[in-house]
């Protein structure tokens, strides 16, 4: 049985709708990561150092800052709280320009800052696969995501 040209215009129109949304959730995603994933991947020319954690309130940690060569003494930093920010904890950073903010560096700061995507990446093949019907592309997309949030969560 032939479909009727109204039919194939609805399965079109909810491919692009889907497509939009994944787009969206994407962009968004990588927005959102790119926040602070900027300091770390253009982190030529930045003031680079250690942080230890010396208390940490409900938002944010703050801390000592033990430049490197090239970066200036500074008496506190602050790094936005999470899991792996405790009393104590030393862990290398990258400061924000004009201000006390840190960042932390390496592979777990990169991957850090990458989480956002992750969640956007898992979000998306779901609606890749209920949404344009795509489901070899969803189980990719959601793999990817999965993966960078369990290399976070292990590298953390």
Do not use: N, Y
């Not at 400061?95 to 592979?107: E, F, I, L, S, Y």
Request: with cysteine.
């Amino acid at each position: 049985m032939k479909r009727s040209s109204s039919h194939r215009l609805v399965a079109h129109g909810r491919t692009f709708a889907a497509g939009c949304v994944v787009l969206l959730l994407l962009v968004a995603g990588v927005w959102s990561s790119w926040e602070s994933a900027h300091h770390i991947v253009l982190a030529k020319g930045r003031e680079h150092g250690a942080m230890v954690v010396t208390s940490c309130g409900e938002d944010a940690c703050t801390g000592s800052f033990s430049p490197d060569a090239d970066s200036q003494e500074r008496s506190e930093v602050r790094i936005e709280r999470s899991v792996a920010a405790e009393k104590g904890a030393r862990f290398p950073v990258v400061v924000k320009p004009g201000t006390g903010d840190v960042v932390r560096t390496g592979t777990p700061g990169f991957l850090h800052a990458w989480v956002p995507l992750g969640g956007a990446l898992v979000l998306a093949a779901l609606v890749i696969a209920g949404g344009m019907r795509m489901t070899r592309t969803a189980w990719g997309t959601g793999i990817a995501g999965a993966v960078l949030l369990l290399a976070t969560f292990i590298a953390l």
